[in-house]
T-cell receptor
Framework: QKEVEQDPGPLSVPEGAIVSLNCTYS??????FMWYRQYSRKGPELLMY????GNKEDGRFTAQVDKSSKYISLFIRDSQPSDSATYLC???????????FGKGNQVVVIP | DSGVTQTPKHLITATGQRVTLRCSPR?????VYWYQQSLDQGLQFLIQ???????AKGNILERFSAQQFPDLHSELNLSSLELGDSALYFC??????????????FGEGSRLTVL
């Protein structure tokens, strides 16, 4: 079982829809959870950063962490064509531990 | 623009050859990370350097090596290249030794094609 599972299937939604992405993980030591966004031919950039369980909201983006279920989610409200990108979840136990990334979800928002 | 510079952007070479990828971190960042990204494996951590010293090692093959120089730029050396080494290689940097108490800043990657 991989440390971080993210269904890499592409997702196409119409503009204005809610996008829902999620990852599951197996390492109970993970306590730092992030979502990175990667545009085509670019490097990943940090989108959301959450410590431990709970919700975090930033504009149209909401990150949720449920440590009891080892499940994290990213919601994008009122999606825009500019949100079309690959979204990667990442997590770590902290300290000198490396980030473990999911494979990424390609999201296409259709105008 | 993340401030992390990677060269070259594209590289095409033959099996058995050796290449060097270069990374200049953001000004002030002491840590450099190397990642390999492929469609089937996703983003795989290779190695991390902090202020010139190796800090952590991931799934890096013995044919690959890296170093961080006194001016903090880093090079990833890939030798005896195989077809399966074709991938995007990303460099990332962060201020501290751990990327988990701050964000990683990624370069735009070096796309390696091995023919």
């Amino acid at each position: 079982q991989k440390e971080v599972e993210q269904d890499p299937g592409p997702l196409s939604v119409p503009e204005g829809a809610i996008v829902s992405l999620n990852c599951t993980y197996s390492n109970s030591a993970f306590q730092y959870f992030m979502w990175y966004r990667q545009y085509s031919r670019k490097g990943p950039e940090l989108l959301m950063y959450t410590y431990s369980s709970g919700n975090k909201e930033d504009g149209r983006f909401t990150a949720q962490v449920d440590k009891s279920s080892k499940y994290i989610s990213l919601f994008i409200r009122d999606s825009q064509p500019s949100d079309s990108a690959t979204y990667l979840c990442a997590m770590s136990a902290g300290g000198n531990n490396r980030l473990a990334f999911g494979k990424g979800n390609q999201v296409v928002v259709i105008p | 623009d993340s401030g992390v510079t990677q060269t070259p952007k594209h590289l095409i070479t033959a099996t058995g050859q050796r290449v060097t990828l270069r990374c200049s971190p953001r000004s002030g960042d002491l840590s450099v990370y190397w990642y390999q990204q492929s469609l089937d494996q996703g983003l795989q951590f290779l190695i991390q350097y902090y202020n010139g010293e190796e800090r952590a090692k991931g799934n890096i093959l013995e044919r690959f090596s890296a170093q961080q120089f006194p001016d903090l730029h880093s090079e990833l050396n890939l030798s005896s290249l195989e077809l399966g080494d074709s991938a995007l290689y990303f460099c990332a940097s962060s201020v501290r030794g751990s990327g988990t108490d701050g964000e990683l800043f990624f370069g735009e990657g070096s796309r390696l094609t091995v023919l």
